[in-house]
């Protein structure tokens, strides 16, 4: 499906923003230029992958448009030669996915809004988009991915889905809409990290 103007950007940013996690993930594992290219395009497009496998919309987006793949390559440059001290900056990787979750867990609810599905449908689409491509990158890296362990991760992206579903019933502009609730995930899931809240506390 074709997306519309401010939904494509946004699209671009998830894609680009977990393609960066993603290409620097490879760097830490000590991969070549190739490797964290494809780290990169995984962690970009395996949500969206897996969300239009679900719909039914088929060859999925990032197979149609160039510019996912121009995306992992930007991302890998930028894990190359943009900072020289990735490695210095503490859980870059979950900093850089809280801003994924947000971004791809709006992207993902309202393409599935446009296939007519009922609010809780579109719940889990968007956690589905939203957490996958994380998955993909962490079994790359033979990690337990963040979604199966005791994090704040899918957790964010429900109680932001749920905000989404709430600024619709008031009626709230798209882009507020859109803003507010890639927020509030973000915040969320930073403030877990900040603090090391996970499941297991009271």
């Given at each position: 499906m074709q997306l519309p103007g401010l939904l494509e950007c946004w699209d671009y940013a998830g894609t680009?923003?977990?393609?960066?996690s993603g290409a620097i993930a490879g760097r830490q594992q000590e991969m070549d230029w190739f490797g964290m290219f494809i780290i990169a395009l995984v962690t970009g497009t395996g949500g969206g992958l897996l969300r239009s496998?679900?719909?039914g919309?088929?060859?999925?987006?990032?197979?149609?448009?160039?510019?996912?793949?121009?995306?992992a390559i930007c991302a890998v440059l930028v894990a190359?030669?943009?900072i020289?001290?990735?490695q210095k900056i503490t859980r870059i990787i979950s900093v850089l996915d809280a801003l994924g979750l947000g971004i791809f867990l709006v992207t993902g609810m309202r393409i599935a809004q446009a296939y007519g599905l009922p609010g809780w449908a579109a719940l889990a689409i968007g956690v589905v988009?939203?957490?996958?491509g994380g998955?993909?990158?962490?079994?790359?890296?033979?990690e337990v991915p963040l979604v199966l362990r005791k994090e704040i991760y899918a957790t964010a992206c429900l109680i932001g889905g749920l905000a989404l579903l709430c600024f619709d019933?008031?009626?709230l502009n798209e882009l507020s809409s859109l803003l507010l609730t890639s927020l509030l995930v973000v915040v969320i899931r930073l403030t877990a990290i900040h603090y090391s809240i996970h499941h297991s506390q009271g």
């Open positions: 680009f923003v977990f393609c960066v496998v679900m719909l919309d088929l060859p999925p987006i990032f197979l149609k448009d160039p510019v996912y793949f121009i995306l190359l030669h943009g020289n001290s990735w988009s939203a957490t996958f998955l993909l990158r962490d079994v790359l890296r033979n019933y008031a009626n």
